[in-house]
């Protein structure tokens, strides 16, 4: 007998009128039904439509629908349909392996494909555990990761992710060895008249503090995106950075990880891999997802170095870990097709983060709620500010950037990222994320910066300066607070796409 809400332990206070039975997502209120994707459009079963200035998550790197990524997947589908890896070999899965280590000129010299970026960060901290044991240093068990981080939703993953909006229901089954360092957060953390050495000598003795505060001897890894993602906004390391925690890392015989889940995949241009602006430095494992696909399979990538990989190699023989559906053929077509494609786009992405960034600085750089304009390539982002002085953010409670996500759905027909609740402790802080595709046209790039630009502008006019509306049947003003209430409702579409988003 199913029991009825009033006979459940913890009846819920509203009652769903949801035909929807997916488990993800807003359970009481689904998202609106998304009929197709075409070029960087969106368009919904009510009749309306968006672009998506931010690649879903910063995944559609060459728009929806691209005809050479379809026709990729098909080549595989009609060969080989099913995942059978762990145990054989398939042409266009060692095709891509190879491709992808020429892609670092060599540095990195063994290659494996999981799906989501949380399996292949998971897949990363597990080989770097399985190196120490393989080594003889079986009781290293410790992670350093970063504040303000994220690394993904499995419960390893999310227990290294410095990101508590994230971890609070979970953390009873999270794994208690781990410890955080400062992220790499110009805009607010460096000091005034502090160089960009100093800076990163802090970090370095922060880093190389926490080694001996933990016992250096029992430190797995240090894991860190190269350009913040989803927990920070874009937030990029300054030259020197990525050198000085490798120095560190390797003093005290510990990996370092590279997370490139979401910035990677020549999203910052210029490079396929963004350590590879860093002059000197190689990471001994790298994490990929997100573009590497296009958003069109899923698949992602843990590339090793020479040193990670003899050293396994030399020892068991094989990295004790695997997945049923790793290294997909079909996943691994379209990734190959991918990067085909984008390779010859990176010096065009670079060039689109100066057109951007641009347009950004010219609209944005003196608005009194703009604090910060970062990034670079096709992933940027816009950080806000209630004081532009002291830096001073919104409270929590006003939900700015959830507030300016649904404006622009509503009236700008234009998507963004969000990025919320970075400043430590208080779990404030209101960002946005730029990701657009790598192939658009300097006429779309404008398009997307007048667009945001313009919501903006007019979302934080409107704060300051809320309409007053008519009373209904009465043609007396409104007070302010009926005001601010009337300012708060979305149109339909928007309502229901805000309740369906989670932040991820």
């Not at 050495?197 to 926490?210: C, G, I, T, Y």
């Not at 641009?358 to 982002?381: M, S, T, W």
């Not at 043609?475 to 708060?488: G, P, R």
């Amino acid at each position: 007998m199913t029991p009825s809400p009033a006979n459940c332990p913890n009846p819920p206070n509203v009652a769903s009128n949801s035909t929807s039975r997916l488990l993800f997502g807003r359970l009481h209120h689904p998202g609106p039904l998304r009929l197709r994707q075409k070029g960087n459009w969106q368009y919904f079963q009510d009749g309306t439509k968006f672009f998506d200035a931010s690649g879903t998550a910063a995944t559609a790197c060459l728009g929806f629908g691209d005809k050479r990524l379809l026709k990729a997947k098909r080549s595989q589908e009609t060969t080989a349909p099913v995942a059978d890896e762990l145990i054989f070999r398939t042409p266009v899965v060692e095709e891509l392996a190879r491709r992808l280590i020429e892609s670092t000129d060599g540095k990195m010299d063994r290659v494996g494909f999981y799906s989501s970026g949380s399996e292949n960060n998971e897949a990363g901290v597990k080989l770097a555990r399985q190196y120490q044991f393989d080594r003889g240093e079986s009781q290293r068990d410790w992670i350093i990761a970063r504040k303000r981080s994220y690394h993904g939703n499995t419960i390893t993953t999310l227990s290294i992710s410095g990101y508590e909006e994230r971890q609070e229901k979970q953390k009873p089954l999270f794994n208690s060895k781990v410890s955080y360092v400062s992220a790499c957060y110009e805009y607010r953390d460096r000091r005034p008249c502090e160089t960009i050495e100093e800076f990163v000598e802090r970090h370095s003795r922060e880093l190389d503090a926490e080694f001996k505060r933990v016992g250096p001897e029992r430190v797995i890894a240090f894991i860190c995106e190269p350009v913040s993602g989803a927990a920070l906004a874009c937030a990029k390391f300054v030259p020197g950075y990525l050198n000085a925690m490798h120095a560190v890392c390797k003093k005290y015989g510990a990996l370092m990880i590279v997370d490139e889940i979401m910035c990677g995949a020549g999203r910052c241009g210029g490079t396929y891999h963004v350590w590879q602006k860093e002059e000197g430095f190689v990471p001994d494992i790298q994490t990929m997802g997100k573009s590497f696909s296009g958003g069109h399979a899923v698949i992602g990538a843990v590339l090793v170095s020479r040193r990670v990989s003899a050293q396994i190699e030399g020892a068991s023989g094989m990295f004790l870990h695997g997945h049923t559906f790793q290294a997909e053929p079909s996943a691994c077509a379209v990734a190959l097709e991918t990067m085909r494609i984008v390779e010859p786009l990176l010096p065009r992405v670079e060039q689109l983060g100066v057109r951007l960034l641009k347009g950004l600085y010219q609209r944005l750089k003196d608005h009194p709620n703009v604090g910060d304009i970062r990034g670079e390539g096709c992933f940027l982002a816009l950080e806000f500010v209630k004081d532009k002085a002291t830096k001073e953010p919104f409270d929590r409670g006003m939900e700015i950037t959830d507030r300016i996500f649904e404006k622009g759905i509503s009236d700008y027909q234009i998507r963004v990222y969000k990025s919320t609740g970075f400043i430590l402790p208080s779990g404030r802080g209101d960002a946005i994320i730029l990701a657009p595709a790598f192939n658009i046209s300097n006429a779309v790039a404008d398009y997307i910066v007048d667009k945001v630009c313009s919501l903006v502008e007019d979302f934080f006019h409107e704060l300051e300066n809320p309409p007053l509306p008519l009373s209904p049947g009465n043609s007396s003003v409104v007070s302010v607070k009926e005001s601010s209430k009337a300012l708060s409702t979305r149109s339909r579409f928007s309502r229901a796409f805000g309740r369906f988003l989670c932040n991820c």
